[in-house]
């Protein structure tokens, strides 16, 4: 096995779901989780994220670590919050005013035939 931070990567955002093991994947990204391009992180988590390690909170105290901040996305708003709780799936960004700012600018779309 090879950690994120091997391959040199510079990735705007990732997304890691690999069962129970996100603690131990975001472990080997330190370098990778600091560059100033890592925009979002979005983490699917379950009840295998205690079985292997230590739940929700290993990665939570990660993100905090890194300036991320758990964040809920209003797409018919196009608002993106803070939240203070985690759910199974959670997304992370660094900057949230930065990426209201891009949402804000961003051209409107339709989804369910409903615009945004």
Known sequence: MRTID????????MK????????????????TAGRPELVAILTENNEESI?????????????????????TYNPWLRTV???NNRSDNT?????IEKVNQRVAEAEPFR???RST
């Open 91 to 95: 997304l992370y960004i660094r900057d």
């Open 81 to 83: 919050t803070a939240k």
């Open 16 to 31: 890691i779901d690999v069962e129970g093991y996100e603690g131990a994947v975001l472990a080997g990204a330190n370098e």
């Open 6 to 13: 091997s391959y040199a990567l510079h990735p705007s955002i």
């Open 51 to 71: 079985k292997y390690g230590d739940g929700i909170e290993s990665i939570s105290c990660f993100m905090s670590e890194h300036s991320f901040t758990a964040v």
């Open 111 to 113: 989804v369910f035939g």
